[in-house]
């Protein structure tokens, strides 16, 4: 009943930025920790950004990013919209893959692992041109 649906992918330049949305259905969006995650040809799945669900956090932290991104990506959520964002900025051609939105498979948890997370979407394409 879970479903995901991200959009805002495409084609830009290094340096151009692109703001990726995931809208949720099926769930109760405030209680659940949201994940973004990427895939690369021909490498593995790695994880992106993720922020928790309303009452939780990582060591005080509502937000988590991969060192790869940290600085440039932020992730953020309208409850209201059910929606998460990933905002990406100063994009870099090894950002291109595609990205996956992600929720994790209970409620009211803060997720450390990619196997905590239980539903996916299709994914979005961005591609970063030199």
């Known amino acids: 009943q879970v479903q995901l649906v991200e959009s805002g992918g495409g084609l830009v330049q290094t340096g151009d930025s692109l703001r990726l949305s995931c809208a949720a259905f099926?769930?109760?969006?405030?209680?659940?920790?949201m994940g973004w995650f990427r895939q690369a040809p021909g490498k593995e799945r790695e994880f992106v950004a993720t922020?928790?669900?309303?009452?939780?956090?990582?060591?005080?932290?509502?937000?988590v990013y991969a060192d790869s991104v940290k600085g440039r990506f932020t992730i953020s959520r309208d409850n209201a919209k059910n929606t998460v964002y990933l905002q990406m900025n100063s994009l870099k051609p090894e950002d291109t893959a595609v990205y996956y939105c992600?929720?994790?498979?209970?409620?009211?948890?803060?997720?450390?692992?990619?196997?905590?997370?239980?539903?996916w979407g299709q994914g979005t394409q961005v591609t970063v041109s030199s």
């Open positions: 992600a929720v994790p498979r209970a409620q009211h948890t803060t997720p450390r692992q990619e196997y905590e997370y239980g539903y």
């Open positions: 099926g769930l109760i969006f405030s209680w659940y920790t």
């Open positions: 922020i928790s669900w309303n009452g939780a956090s990582w060591n005080g932290a509502s937000t």
